[in-house]
Nanobody, 120 residues
Framework: VQLQASGGGLVQAGGSLRLSCAAS????????LGWFRQAPGKEREYVGA???????YYADSVKGRFTISRDNAKNTVYLQMNSLKPEDTAVYYC???????????????WGQGTLVTVSS
């Protein structure tokens, strides 16, 4: 199983960006897909997750600004980020798990990460 995140880049504060995470196998649809981020010098932080049926959960820091969705036919999960702030700057990772959890160590497969930089 491989996960590959893409779509990062440089954006101004207040702007939007959409990240994608593509899986290599059809087992994608049975799993929870989570998004995490890690800023320089900081620990990896939970952003949110989506269940196989489309239920979504978010960290308080992104609630109302970020939206997670998935397309099981394309084996892809998306992270739509709006109203971006400089503190959203981080490397964003997608990861797979059996259940919803904010604990990074419970996720068994991780993508390579994509860098999001928000300028002020």
């Amino acid at each position: 199983v491989q996960l590959q995140a893409s779509g990062g880049g440089l954006v101004q504060a207040g702007g939007s960006l959409r990240l994608s995470c593509a899986a290599s196998r059809r087992t994608f649809s049975s799993y929870v897909l989570g998004w995490f981020r890690q800023a320089p010098g900081k620990e990896r932080e939970y952003v949110g997750a989506i269940t196989w049926s489309g239920g979504t959960y978010y960290a308080d820091s992104v609630k109302g600004r970020f939206t997670i969705s998935r397309d099981n036919a394309k084996n892809t999960v998306y992270l739509q980020m709006n109203s971006l702030k400089p503190e959203d700057t981080a490397v964003y990772y997608c990861a797979r798990n059996q259940r919803i959890t904010a604990r990074a160590y419970e996720y068994d497969y991780w993508g390579q990460g994509t860098l999001v930089t928000v300028s002020s």
